[in-house]
Every structure is written in structure tokens, then in C-alpha cells.
């Protein structure tokens, strides 16, 4: 199922700062973009949903120790998933 990424305002700037590290970086996350738009629970994702003050919120991973944040939304006619925010476990939790 193909689902459009939504990015907020603090997903941009989270990932505005990841960006900056070396640029294999922008390869992965685009990887990873594209495994999360065709199949959200691919296993190399690790996808996991969030409880307690995250409740209703879902986590993926990028790389080893970097997380993508994100909801699934109604968009239009369709589902979408909401990129919420990215950073290292400890940055996001």
C-alpha cells in the first residue's frame, strides 16, 4: 500500500540537522522514506507502536540509533503518515 509522507515544521528542522552528517546519510533516509511509503511494517524498519505519553504514535528506525517519529492520518481519500519528528533514541523519547 502506497502512502504519502506528510512532513511537519519540527520533522523538517530535525531533518535539516540530521542532513548535515556525512552525505550517505541523505541516501538512508531516503531509503527509508521509501520503504515507509510502499511497506510501513518492512522489518528493516523495526516499525513499533509508542505507549504512554507517546500513545497513538508510532516508531521506525533509521540506521542504528536514529528514529523517525509518525502517526497515520487521514489524507484526502487516503491514508497518509504524518512524519512527526527524527532524532536519536534519547533526542525523541
Known amino acids: 500500500m502506497n502512502r ?9 528542522r ?6 548535515k552528517k556525512p552525505p ?9 522514506f521509501s520503504l515507509l511509503t ?8 523495526r516499525t513499533h507502536k509508542l505507549k504512554g505519553e507517546f500513545d497513538g ?7 542504528y ?7 497515520f492520518v487521514t489524507h484526502g481519500d487516503t491514508e497518509a ?3 512527526l519528528t527524527m532524532g536519536s ?3 525523541v523519547y
Not at 6 to 12: A, D, E, G, M, Q
Not at 26 to 31: G, P, Q, R, S, Y
Not at 38 to 45: A, E, G, K, Q
Request: net charge negative; proline share 0%; aromatic share 12%.
Open 14 to 19: 530535525a531533518a535539516r540537522k540530521y542532513l
Open 65 to 71: 540509533d536514529m528514529r523517525i517519529l509518525f502517526e
Open 57 to 63: 504514535v508510532w516508531a521506525c528506525s533509521v540506521g
Open 81 to 83: 503518515i504524518l512524519l
Open 89 to 91: 533514541h534519547d533526542e
Open 38 to 45: 510502499n511497506d510501513t511494517f518492512d522489518s528493516r524498519l
Open 24 to 32: 550517505d546519510k541523505a541516501e538512508e533516509l531516503e531509503f527509508v
Open 4 to 12: 504519502e509522507l506528510i512532513r511537519t515544521t519540527s520533522f523538517l
